[in-house]
């Protein structure tokens, strides 16, 4: 379904039956002019899915929940500085009910789902940004024994306009959970109710920071598939600060803005590693006197599959956004499927 995006004859009927103020008037029959004007065209860019086309996936089958952003009550929005991203959480009534009540275990039949869409300014007002392109749609739902492998979740993705193909599903709910492993205290949801204000500053004193998920290793400890990562950085560092954990591309995405943050911080070398699937994001501290950036930048390296090759994608980070500066295939070794590994 197209958000703001009536049909000709809605819009007319519309404006006859309803709209009686005359400037409201006037915009509904700019919109129906063939030059567009940028408040017609950005809404009706608002594509979003109809959840009762689409395909189940894990268990989900999305169709009862279509159109949950028109029914289910808005638990937060988050904004994302590296992509822009805007995204909207919303809970059905079990999993909302649940939230006011401060319980930290959800239901059976509770259900989370979240709307992404990248942003533009509004040239009537520039600094104020509104939501563009519909970029992708996920859901959690909770059912504690059906979906016990997972912690009693299971995940549900479409993104860029389609489903993934089915044989990724079980390893995107392997790595979907993964990171939402990281508040397991507060049942694998990040989200906290900003509407229910005392809930919030609950939700916020529960469960350890991502951060915190980090743990200090001599690099000597290390793996030799770690080794070979550390091997990359420019630097030789005595420490380095990792996290071992199931991994898809998007969560090394997903993750750059606080590895940079850390290791901006911190100084220390940030790794996250998936030892099974073999990926990677590495970030050092870019030196002060290479960086364009005031406070200096992070470098990073992040690990990426094309056509059956393994490359890393290199890159800094200058006030949480990200530019790639160039990638270099990685040798075979890096794949050696008979090293050991531990997942933390
Ligand atoms: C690298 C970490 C990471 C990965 C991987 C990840 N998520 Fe999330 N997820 C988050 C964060 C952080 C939030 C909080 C909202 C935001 O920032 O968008 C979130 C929020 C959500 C929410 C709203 C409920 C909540 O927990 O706040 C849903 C639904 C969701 N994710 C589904 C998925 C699905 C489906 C996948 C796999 C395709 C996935 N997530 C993979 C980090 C992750």
Known sequence: ????????????????????????????????????PHWCLAKSQLDLPSLKKLRSMNGINPAPYDQFWARWKLVT?????DNGEQRFVYANKIA???????????????????????????PQFPNSYEPSNFTRMQLMVK?????KPTDGWSYYIYVDGKNHSPKQDHSKNLACHACHTLVKER??????????????????????????????HRSQDLSAFEKKI?????????????????????????????LAKYVNESGEVYLIVDP??????????????????????????????????????RGHVCDGKNQWVGSTKLPKEFMNRHWSHTID
């Open 230 to 258: 550390v091997s990359l950085l420019n630097i030789n560092p005595k420490y380095v600060m990792i996290k071992r954990m199931r991994l898809f591309s998007g969560s090394l995405y997903e993750s750059i803005g606080p």
């Open 276 to 313: 099974v699937k073999k990926r990677f994001l590495a970030a050092e501290k870019q030196s002060r006197s290479n960086s364009k950036c005031y406070m200096g930048g992070a470098l990073i390296y992040l690990s990426y599959y094309k056509k059956g090759e393994f490359s890393v994608k």
């Open 187 to 216: 049942d694998f949801v990040f989200s906290a109710p900003t509407f229910l204000s005392s809930m919030g500053e609950l939700y916020s004193d529960i469960g350890d920071t991502f951060r915190s998920k980090f743990r200090r």
């Open 1 to 36: 379904m197209k958000v703001g995006h009536p049909s000709r004859e809605h819009l007319m009927s519309l404006i006859s039956k309803s709209i009686s103020n005359t400037s409201y008037r006037a915009v509904f029959l700019l919109c129906l002019s063939y030059s567009l």
């Open 77 to 81: 929005t988050r904004h994302r500085k």
């Open 143 to 147: 059912d504690a024994e059906k979906f």
């Open 96 to 122: 909302y009910d649940a939230m006011k009540k401060g319980s930290l275990n959800f239901p059976r039949g509770s259900v989370f789902g979240k709307l992404a869409f990248k942003t533009v300014s509004d």
